[in-house]
């Protein structure tokens, strides 16, 4: 059996928890790194979602755009359609309009 002395007890005890505080001071660098590492994540992931969303709503919107252009372009044709339509019908009924605009004057 070995026997210690009260001196070399006490060196035990003294270097045994200068070995805990120095586990203690790097499990507390440790965990401020892991803490540090987490927040530079979060906030790159929570940047790269920002970036994604602004580019789904810049897709989003030029899609709509590029469907309102394509029905304004549509709506455009059939009133074009609609106007000549109209022009024709006044201009065969023109004639007859001013004949009988004459023959009521002339009657008069």
């Given at each position: 059996?070995?026997?210690?002395g009260?001196?070399?007890?006490?060196?035990?005890?003294?270097?045994?928890?200068?070995?805990?505080?120095?586990?203690?001071?790097?499990?507390?660098?440790?965990?401020?790194?892991?803490?540090?590492?987490?927040?530079?994540?979060?906030?790159?992931?929570?940047?790269?979602?920002?970036?994604?969303?602004?580019?789904?709503?810049?897709?989003?919107?030029?899609?709509?755009?590029?469907?309102?252009?394509?029905?304004?372009k549509?709506?455009?044709?059939?009133?074009?359609?609609?106007?000549?339509?109209?022009?024709?019908?006044?201009?065969?009924?023109?004639?007859?309009?001013?004949?009988?605009?004459?023959?009521?004057?002339?009657?008069?």
């Amino acid at each position: 059996m070995i026997y210690l002395g009260m001196s070399d007890v006490l060196r035990k005890i003294k270097q045994t928890e200068r070995k805990a505080a120095k586990q203690l001071a790097d499990a507390q660098e440790e965990a401020t790194k892991i803490i540090s590492d987490a927040r530079k994540k979060s906030g790159e992931i929570i940047s790269n979602a920002a970036d994604e969303s602004v580019a789904n709503t810049q897709s989003t919107l030029e899609s709509a755009r590029e469907e309102a252009s394509k029905e304004a372009k549509k709506v455009q044709k059939d009133g074009s359609k609609a106007i000549e339509s109209i022009e024709s019908s006044a201009s065969k009924n023109l004639d007859k309009a001013v004949k009988s605009i004459l023959d009521k004057m002339t009657s008069l």
